[in-house]
């Protein structure tokens, strides 16, 4: 059966036809993936839940729960009432994501307790479950534990406790013995371990007015290390505020700034409606760090769009961004520089300009700068064939998400980069929702830039294309000479990227060995090999991918700006190749042309990799190959730029040097 992704509500919640009984368990019950290979167990006293991937057991029995309006939800006994179980399948076709299609085979089990119940649902490429509430009230709180074996590898990012939803650290590695509770810090999701000879990442998607899932204490117990989870409380009182430092110490302001920052908070974290469900706290399951790449469930277990709705005026694409390259090295925020971005988009096939912070009077969207001519601009652009969309501070659309997609709409802009959200609670949720509700009633496309990681918004608006929730390449503007920026960009392969599309902006002309470079708002550039750089296009998901350099350096490399330019951003199928968080990562994917892209980055250490071409079906190809030079560890801008036939299932072999990579594109 295949749906389409107008009708594709029916895909994982329910599909005619498909439902059967399931003999009654009081104790335990389960679901089990179409392979059989993944199952998550769930028992009714105490409710807990339990991982298994063929046989071995990955995430320990866990206790959960929920407290719905003072009252938690095991309490009397937790004993079922009713358990039903379905089975769905088909596929979707997805326009703007990873692959063409996505399976939506799946089995579900639900687990009645009466005013509540527990969904189970189990994927070839995971598991998860969801607590579902049938009565109005407000969600005191959840527990969502997670208990790894004490053997694991993991890999991970956490951030200050006073900054939840600022997810923009660098990677930490650490074995699951020697987690410990910080009482300043959290971890934020993705969180990836190896264990068992399996991958697990753990991650949530169908996030809707509802807290992202973060863990703060770790503790180490008989069964595993628990990580304990930690919700966002319900803001109770907001107020805008600008620029001086972390909250608290931000100045307020009456209206406009940066922010809107949390004064006071509720002693609840969500509130609920009739029916509830909640977010799901999803296992991607894989045999190997490579496969996670390959993971669709966090997509398929979103909400679809609603029925009937039409996003197949979206179009992904590549932009010509200004604020990392300080409009052009130092040309300054005007009308002349925003023309010569846009000549240059438009005569190198780029589809998008960005207008970053400096077309608005002091952040007043409703006031243009008297140097930048933005009617003129947008027209100018329109005409050319280049879409513009305009950088905000959310504090500037918050609460009139409506005025501000229909007024920009109807002046010809094609879309918004939002920024400085930095909150994980439920009111963050809500606004993500709803001004992509009204954008995509406008027709505009929105970058969530300040905003956690995706967590399911992607799929209900497809014109939502990327979310940043990364360290990016905007790091290197203020660096110090000791950053390792290739160790986090291996590691986000894995982690950050296992959640969704990413908006890290790469694309830097000025390369450097590591250590060798020091930050420069100018003038900036990266660490490791041109190739690493050009690698990043390929590899990393972004649908609406950054070219981050300056028009000026892009026109002195033409040959691998043009290579970049012309790199898809949505795809048909995606193939892990192999790698690890520690050390380096690889990629093959099919562009929707037929042509095949193979990527792979290293962290400081140089490496030889190579891989089998089975993924090309058949056939000889024509390989046009990005690689570092046999220098480039001394040298980094130095490439070799090469074609050669490959026949499918040949072995294709490359030297990445230090902080290196390659790209390949496959042609028929």
């Known amino acids: 059966m295949k749906i389409s992704i107008l009708s594709a509500s029916v895909a994982v919640l329910a599909v005619a036809g498909c439902m059967c009984g399931r003999a009654f368990n009081p104790d335990v019950n389960s679901a089990v993936s179409p392979d059989g290979k993944n199952e998550i167990r769930l028992y009714s006293n105490p409710l807990a839940y339990e991982v298994v991937r063929d046989g071995a057991v990955v995430v320990a029995k866990t206790e959960i729960g929920l407290k719905v309006d003072g009252k938690c939800v095991k309490e009397g006994g937790a004993r079922p009432v009713d358990v039903m179980a379905k089975k769905s399948g088909g596929s979707a076709d997805i326009p703007v994501y990873k692959k063409g299609k996505v399976c939506l085979a799946a089995r579900e089990t639900f687990v009645d307790f009466g005013d509540w119940g527990v969904r189970l649902a189990a994927r070839n490429d995971g598991v998860a479950y969801r607590f579902e509430t049938k009565k109005p009230g407000v969600v005191d709180c959840e527990k969502a534990d997670v208990t790894i074996p004490k053997s694991a590898r993991c890999w991970f990012n956490r951030t200050s406790r006073g900054s939840l939803g600022c997810e923009e650290t660098t990677p930490e590695f650490a074995d699951a013995s020697a987690l410990r509770t910080d009482d300043k810090k959290a971890i934020y999701l993705p969180f990836v371990y190896s264990a068992e000879g399996k991958t697990v990442a753990v991650v949530d998607t169908d996030v809707r007015d509802y807290p992202v899932w973060n863990f703060g204490e770790a503790e180490q117990a008989e069964s595993g290390t628990k990580l304990k989870s930690l919700f966002a409380k319900y803001p109770r009182k907001t107020a805008h505020s600008a620029n001086g430092g972390e909250w608290p110490k931000r100045k307020i302001v009456p209206s406009g700034g940066r922010w809107v920052d949390v004064l006071e908070a509720e002693d609840f974290i969500a509130k609920a409606t009739v029916p509830r469900a909640l977010p799901w706290r999803v296992f991607v399951l894989a045999d190997s760090p490579s496969g996670l790449c390959e993971s669709d469930i966090t997509y398929a277990l979103a909400t679809p769009p609603a029925k009937g709705a039409d996003f197949s005026w979206v179009k992904p694409g590549k932009v010509a961004w200004d604020w990392w390259n300080d409009f052009d090295n130092g040309a300054g925020c005007s009308t002349k520089t925003y023309e010569r971005f846009i000549d240059f988009a438009a005569k190198n096939g780029v589809e998008y300009v960005i207008f970053d912070e400096g077309w608005s009077a002091e952040l007043d969207i409703w006031k243009y700068s008297p140097a930048v001519d933005v009617p003129h601009l947008i027209d100018y652009a329109n005409k050319k064939g280049v879409g513009i969309i305009l950088w905000m501070a959310w504090a500037q659309v918050y609460g009139a998400e409506e005025k501000v997609a229909e007024h920009f709409s109807k002046l010809g802009a094609k879309g918004f980069k939002v920024d400085f959200m930095d909150r ?41 294309l990327n979310f940043e929730g990364v360290h990016g390449l905007e790091q290197m503007k203020w660096a110090k000479k000791e950053k390792d920026m290739c ?105 929707r042309d037929g042509s095949w892209y193979a990527a ?58 230090s902080g290196g990579g390659f790209v390949v594109r496959f042609s028929k």
Not at 553 to 564: A, L, R
């Open 424 to 464: 994980a609670d439920a009111g963050v949720a809500v606004f993500l929702e709803k001004f992509a509700a009204a954008c995509a009633k406008h027709r505009m496309l929105v970058d969530y830039h300040g905003a956690y990681r995706p967590v399911g918004l992607q799929r209900t608006y497809p014109n939502v």
């Open 600 to 657: 792979g980055i290293t962290n400081r250490e140089a490496r030889d990799f190579a891989f089998k071409t089975d993924f090309l079906g058949g056939g000889v190809w024509t390989a046009e190959v990005f690689r570092d030079a046999d220098d480039a560890d001394s040298a980094p801008a130095k490439y070799v730029h090469e074609t050669k036939s490959v026949k499918a299932g040949d072995e294709v072999s490359f030297r990445m040097a």
């Open 487 to 591: 160790r986090n960009d291996v590691s986000c392969f894995f982690t950050r990227m296992t959640a969704g599309p990413m908006d890290y902006t790469p694309g830097a002309m000025d390369n450097y060995r590591i250590g060798d470079y020091r930050g420069d708002h100018t003038n900036p550039g990266s660490v490791g090999t041109r190739c690493h750089q050009m690698a990043l296009m390929a590899l990393y998901e972004a649908p609406l991918q950054m070219l981050s350099d300056s028009p000026t350096k892009y026109e002195k490399n033409m040959e691998c700006f043009s290579f970049m330019a012309k790199t898809p951003v949505v795809w048909d199928a995606t193939v892990g190749l192999g790698g690890c968080p520690e050390s380096f990562a690889a990629v093959a994917r099919k562009a």
